[in-house]
């Protein structure tokens, strides 16, 4: 089983590194070594959003298709689909995701993370992957309420 850590990154910070994610993955390394540095935790806690674990496990359960099986089991959620599953847990301020593959997280978790917020950054804790849950830019976001009309 792969370990990945989601953070949940507040809307201002994501806009101003959303195409710089290699400098937030770097943060995060820094943070998983130097755990006990008031300094770091202070720029995490502004960087990031705190995830409540029960409501989000409630919306898991709430919005997710019927076909998709989710289950709270004491501090921890499954969610399965058919034989893909994948279990979340919250550990030191990170929503940790373990699954075999991230392809299972991208087809039963990643859709369901977009309908809370668009910017969750998700890095491989064993793996070298990191990166942004949906990969809609910042200008796509910002101008979806701009209609262009042509009259002619």
């Not at 720029?43 to 919005?63: D, E, G, N, S, V």
């Not at 991230?102 to 804790?125: M, N, R, T």
């Not at 979806?144 to 009259?151: A, G, P, R």
């Amino acid at each position: 089983m792969n370990e990945y850590a989601i953070y949940w990154i507040e809307e201002n910070v994501a806009k101003n590194y959303y195409h710089k994610s290699d400098l937030l993955h770097r943060f995060f390394l820094e943070c998983a070594e130097k755990e006990d540095e008031v300094i770091i935790r202070k720029q995490f806690r502004f960087i990031t959003r705190k995830i409540h674990f029960y409501k989000f496990a409630m919306h898991l359960k709430t919005f997710s298709s019927p076909d998709i099986y989710v289950k709270r089991i004491g501090n921890r959620v499954l969610v399965k689909k058919g034989e893909e599953s994948l279990c979340l847990y919250i550990e030191n301020g990170e929503l940790i995701l373990r699954c075999r593959h991230l392809a299972v997280a991208v087809s039963l978790l990643f859709p369901i993370l977009e309908d809370i917020h668009p910017y969750f950054f998700v890095q491989g804790k064993d793996t070298p992957q990191y990166g942004w849950i949906s990969p809609k830019s910042i200008k796509e976001l910002n101008d979806e309420s701009q209609v262009l009309y042509n009259f002619l």
